[in-house]
């Protein structure tokens, strides 16, 4: 089994930045990638960013520019971090991280984040 432990969520203003954390520990071994989704009130859980375990990463074209993921690996776990910057009010939602790894994929409870003009 994975467990994924998210933070970083919160209340910002409109332009402003947060960061995401979302620790994996576990069977971090069978991870082949990792990736931060969100779902906004009445809307579909969609992509925000992902990234492999050898470091490609893709993005929601909506955060392009915007949004940066990045991974540390320590010995008994990985990180993975969403550097968010230039906020803007579409990007209210929770944000879920989630674990592909062989044979099931794991996500985490959610962070909120919500922007405010």
């Known amino acids: 089994q994975v467990q994924l432990v998210e933070s970083g969520g919160g209340l910002v203003r409109a332009g402003g930045s947060l960061r995401l954390s979302c620790a994996a520990s576990?069977?971090?071994?069978?991870?082949?990638?990792m990736g931060w989704y969100r779902q906004a009130p009445g809307k579909q859980r969609e992509l925000v960013a992902r990234?492999?375990?050898?470091?490609?990463?893709?993005?929601a074209d909506s955060v392009k520019g915007r949004f940066a993921i990045s991974r540390d690996n320590a010995s008994a776990k990985i990180t993975v971090y969403l550097q968010m910057n230039s906020l803007k009010l579409d990007d209210t939602a929770v944000y879920y991280c989630?674990?592909?790894?062989?044979?099931?994929?794991?996500w985490g409870e959610g962070t909120q984040v919500t922007v405010s003009s």
């Open positions: 989630k674990a592909e790894s062989i044979p099931l994929d794991y």
């Open positions: 576990g069977r971090i071994f069978s991870i082949k990638a």
């Open positions: 990234i492999t375990s050898g470091g490609m990463t893709n993005y």
